[in-house]
């Protein structure tokens, strides 16, 4: 066995292995969301969202202590600094008594820079809006992909998209994430990076099956590896610039965008694994064959190609 059947087989277990993780994650996910749920942010829920500042820096597990004392039901605590803070309390549980107290307390002056509500029928109309508009965004892929792929090579990078999703969502459920407007229209932004992502290797390995369906002499699984080792310098790039981008976002952008931030930087790495693991790995499951792409010419014009 030569060296370069070698790095082939090490690339196809790397490709296998990394298959049985997706699917493990994908279990995982799927456990998460059934066994915990998801937690619903202010946007989905309806409720009260105040926001203020202090003048003297302060922690916000010493912050919330302060507020327990005078808030006896549940609210979320975010802090976008040492001095600027974001609460979150549900309809049912408004209580004014802790920001009374706050804004008299003259070693924190707190001062109140919004305060705002939103109903729970609102929150629900945007819940069915949102997944309304994630279930639209999966079925143009679905069709885009339909039309420009043959069924296996799409089946693959359908399969991909829904493992992303699943992903992320799985990831909010386990550690209780706060799920909102932001982190729904990251899940729409991860669906487009990744459909980009599967698509790159999808075409290249249509066009190496294309260029050797007259010889054959290179396997599906040899030309799928070539495929993700040709493209692979791009995707790393292209993935590693995005999520410097996605980085800065959480640590700069604060509490606001943190959850959208921590979605799409997972997406992100997600997607690029299952580009290669799933979307370009399960079509040679499936039989993906050079006969798939074999284009049929009339004799005509074969003789016009065989001419010297």
Same mark, same amino acid.
């Given at each position: 066995?030569?060296?370069?059947?070698?790095?082939?087989?090490?690339?196809?277990?790397?490709?296998?292995?990394?298959?049985?993780?997706?699917?493990?994650?994908?279990?995982?996910?799927?456990?998460?969301?059934?066994?915990?749920?998801?937690?619903?942010?202010?946007?989905?829920?309806?409720?009260?969202?105040?926001?203020?500042?202090?003048?003297?820096?302060?922690?916000?597990?010493?912050?919330?202590?302060?507020?327990?004392?005078?808030?006896?039901?549940?609210?979320?605590?975010?802090?976008?600094?040492?001095?600027?803070?974001?609460?979150?309390?549900?309809?049912?549980?408004?209580?004014?008594?802790?920001?009374?107290? #706050? $804004?008299?307390?003259?070693? *924190?002056? /707190?001062?109140?820079?919004? +305060?705002?509500?939103?109903?729970?029928? !609102? @929150? %629900?109309?945007?819940?069915?809006?949102?997944?309304?508009?994630?279930?639209?965004?999966?079925?143009?892929?679905?069709?885009?992909?339909?039309?420009?792929?043959?069924?296996?090579?799409?089946?693959?990078?359908?399969?991909?998209?829904?493992?992303?999703?699943?992903?992320?969502?799985?990831?909010?459920?386990?550690?209780?994430?706060?799920?909102? #407007? $932001?982190?729904?229209?990251? *899940?729409? /932004?991860?669906?487009?990076? +990744?459909?980009?992502?599967?698509?790159? !290797? @999808? %075409?290249?390995?249509?066009?190496?099956?294309?260029?050797?369906?007259?010889?054959?002499?290179?396997?599906?699984?040899?030309?799928?590896?070539?495929?993700?080792?040709?493209?692979?310098?791009?995707?790393?790039?292209?993935?590693?610039?995005?999520?410097?981008?996605?980085?800065?976002?959480?640590?700069?952008?604060?509490?606001?965008?943190?959850?959208?931030?921590?979605?799409?930087?997972?997406?992100?790495?997600?997607?690029?694994?299952?580009?290669?693991?799933?979307?370009?790995?399960?079509?040679?499951?499936?039989?993906?064959?050079?006969?798939?792409?074999?284009?049929?010419?009339?004799?005509?014009?074969?003789?016009?190609?065989?001419?010297?």
């Amino acid at each position: 066995m030569n060296k370069a059947t070698e790095k082939m087989s090490t690339a196809t277990r790397l490709r296998l292995s990394g298959l049985v993780l997706s699917i493990l994650l994908v279990a995982f996910s799927v456990i998460g969301i059934a066994t915990k749920g998801l937690n619903f942010g202010l946007d989905f829920t309806g409720g009260y969202l105040t926001e203020f500042t202090t003048s003297v820096p302060i922690s916000k597990v010493e912050l919330a202590a302060k507020i327990s004392d005078y808030h006896a039901g549940h609210f979320i605590l975010s802090a976008q600094s040492s001095q600027h803070f974001q609460l979150r309390e549900a309809e049912q549980a408004n209580n004014s008594d802790w920001l009374s107290a #706050l $804004t008299q307390d003259e070693t *924190l002056g /707190a001062d109140v820079v919004s +305060s705002s509500y939103l109903g729970s029928q !609102v @929150g %629900d109309e945007l819940f069915e809006q949102g997944c309304l508009a994630l279930f639209a965004a999966m079925i143009a892929v679905m069709i885009y992909l339909a039309l420009r792929f043959e069924w296996r090579l799409a089946l693959g990078a359908v399969i991909a998209l829904m493992h992303d999703v699943i992903v992320v969502v799985g990831l909010f459920a386990w550690l209780q994430l706060d799920f909102n #407007l $932001t982190v729904l229209a990251s *899940l729409l /932004a991860i669906i487009g990076y +990744s459909l980009n992502d599967s698509i790159i !290797v @999808g %075409d290249r390995v249509r066009e190496l099956l294309r260029l050797d369906t007259k010889k054959q002499q290179a396997s599906v699984n040899t030309v799928i590896d070539e495929s993700i080792k040709s493209t692979l310098t791009r995707t790393l790039i292209t993935s590693g610039t995005t999520l410097a981008t996605v980085a800065s976002v959480w640590l700069l952008a604060g509490a606001p965008l943190q959850g959208f931030a921590i979605a799409l930087f997972v997406g992100i790495v997600v997607g690029t694994l299952s580009s290669i693991c799933i979307a370009a790995t399960l079509p040679q499951l499936l039989g993906l064959r050079h006969e798939n792409y074999h284009i049929k010419i009339d004799e005509q014009s074969q003789a016009l190609m065989d001419m010297p």
